[in-house]
Each structure stands twice: as C-alpha cells, then as structure tokens.
C-alpha cells in the first residue's frame, strides 16, 4: 500500500479547542509534511519536519516526528471554524523517492 | 511560492470520449510532475510520474493506455483520460517538483456520466 495511516479520521471539535491529528507510516520515509485540504480543492502545505527534528512549530500549528515509532502528530491549538478541512500527512519514501500520504483526517470545527 | 494550475477545474463528458487535463508549472520549471488521483473522502494515489522529453511511469494498477501522460515542456504535463467511464469519475491533482518540495495544482473534478 502506499498510503500511511491517519487517526482519527474525522474529528469534530468546537471553535476554541485543540484539534491532535497523527499519522503513522509503515516504510522509511524523509522529511514529514502536513498539508491541507478544502473540500474539493487542491493541497496546500502547511510545515514540513526534517527527518533529524523532533517538533516543530508554526503559527497555531505544533507538529513532533518520532521516527523510531514512525510516526508523527500535527497539533492545532486555538481552533477557528476556518480550520474545518482535510489534513494529510506525507513522507518521501526512502527506497523510491516518491511522495506518499497518509489517509487524512477530516476536522470540522464548529463555530 | 511556486504556483501550479491545472485546466479544466471541472470537466463533464459522456462515457466513451476522452478528456485532457493539463497541468502547469507556472513560474519555474519542472522535469518531472505527478498525476494523483483522489476518489471522494480518500487520500491522495499516485497514479503516474511524468518525465519531460520521456516516457511516464506508472504505478502499479495504473492502466497506461487508459491514462496517456504526456510531458512535452518543462512546464506542461497533460493526463488523457481515454475512452472514459463513469468509474473515472475522480478528482485528479498534479504536482510539479520544484527546489525544495513538490508543489499542487487545485485540481481537475472529471465527472463521466
């Protein structure tokens, strides 16, 4: 499968609160990324973690990587009803090089 | 950052016609470009990599005679949908390899009816 695992898979949280996202991946991949996703609409990026980093942060979006449980979480705090979208993990797999994603978490944030 | 666009946003066709979607690298070039097809609440699939001035590889399950890749600049890549049915009925992205990461079209909604 190329996919990685994504859980949960829908989370639905009111305006305010935290939203935790995780994504666990089965083969070697390089530098995790999260990315967004409107309904119906392309991808955007949202932070990219190296493979040698353990937590990073940007904005309202805290993400860990911990590549000895491969796996990796993407936080956000102080949720807004904008928020509400899909997120996807993805890896760049260390045997073809091509970038695989995980199966997505879909968050509704309610106003 | 880098921009991608794809044309058509959405497409409807009959069964039996072909549709082409392409996908461009706006303001920087890309050797190579990937076509992902995404069925509705599921996550990205690869379906192809697309090599300007050669063939594209295609993933495992890929029918390459029914999903014609072509990657004729360094700034375009066009998917042919061929002989369309209602089971095509997808979202298809392309991304474009940039300097430092892959950059997403907005994708095509092909609706085959």
């Known amino acids: 499968s190329q996919q990685g695992e994504e859980d949960p898979q829908a989370l639905s949280i009111q305006e305010g609160e935290n939203a935790t996202m995780n994504c666990s991946y089965k083969?070697?991949?390089?530098?995790l990324q999260w990315y967004r996703q409107n309904s119906g609409r392309g991808l955007v990026h949202l932070i990219l973690i190296r493979s040698n980093e353990r937590e990073k942060h940007s904005g309202r979006l805290r993400v860990t990587l911990d590549t000895s449980k491969k796996s990796s979480s993407l936080l956000i705090t102080a949720s807004r009803a904008a928020d509400t979208a899909s997120y996807f993990c993805?890896?760049?797999?260390?045997?073809?090089?091509?970038?695989?994603f995980g199966q997505g978490t879909t968050l509704q944030v309610k106003p | 950052g880098a921009v991608v666009s794809q044309h058509p946003s959405r497409v409807i066709c009959k069964s039996g016609t072909s549709v082409k979607i392409e996908c461009r690298s706006l303001d920087f070039q890309a050797t190579t470009m990937f076509w992902y097809r995404q069925f509705p609440k599921k996550s990205l699939m690869l379906m192809a990599t697309?090599?300007?001035?050669?063939?594209?590889?295609?993933e495992q399950g890929v029918e390459k005679d029914k999903f014609l890749i072509n990657h004729a600049s360094l700034t375009l890549s066009t998917l042919t949908v061929t002989s369309a049915h209602p089971e095509d009925s997808s979202f298809y992205i392309c991304s474009a390899s940039g300097a430092r990461e892959q950059y997403f079209g907005p994708g095509t909604r092909l609706t085959v009816t």
């Open positions: 083969t070697s991949i390089n530098n």
């Open positions: 993805a890896g760049y797999s260390s045997n073809t090089g091509k970038l695989i």
């Open positions: 697309s090599n300007e001035g050669s063939k594209a590889t295609y």
